[in-house]
């Protein structure tokens, strides 16, 4: 998550921030801020979802774009389209997606069946999305075989 760690990084810089006041914000220890920024542990989706609640809305949706490059699997990085948004619709996001939560046989292993899963509900409910979480799995079910 290389990218993910510099926008984060910058973001601390720039705004004067420290590791302990991130932290703070996030309701987690500065040690685990300091794993995430070395890239030794990645940040999880309820982390995510409190730092993206802390920082101001028109940084949101560079720290998303970041995160969610690092999470598109090596070699597919030409099939996934990820555009920022315009800040102002991001405040808008709700939890209606989960009528629609894509379903993966069970052969999946669980970690990754979990990321396939949060880089569904991040990105756009588009039929392109689908059909790259189905390449993907398709590639994974391969490679047990």
């Known amino acids: 998550m290389h990218r993910f760690r510099t ?3 910058k973001f601390i810089r720039e705004n ?3 590791q302990q006041q991130l932290a703070s ?3 987690a220890d500065q040690a685990t801020v300091s794993r995430w920024l070395s890239g030794r542990v990645e940040m999880g989706a309820s982390s995510l979802q409190r ?3 802390e920082i101001p809305l028109e940084h949101r949706s ?3 774009e ?3 490059r690092d999470c598109v699997p090596d070699g597919f990085e030409d099939l996934v389209q990820i555009t920022p948004a315009n800040p102002s619709t991001l405040a808008d996001h709700g939890d209606s997606h989960k009528a ?3 379903k993966f046989p069970e052969p999946l292993e669980p970690e990754l069946r979990k990321r396939l899963v949060y880089f569904a509900h991040m990105v756009t409910r588009s039929p392109d999305v689908r059909k790259l979480l189905d390449v993907v799995y398709r590639l994974a079910s391969k490679r047990k075989a």
């Open 16 to 18: 004067n921030w420290t």
């Open 51 to 53: 730092l993206l609640a």
């Open 7 to 9: 926008v984060l990084s």
């Open 100 to 102: 629609d939560e894509p």
């Open 62 to 64: 560079l720290m998303l």
């Open 66 to 68: 970041a995160y969610l």
């Open 25 to 27: 914000r996030l309701d």
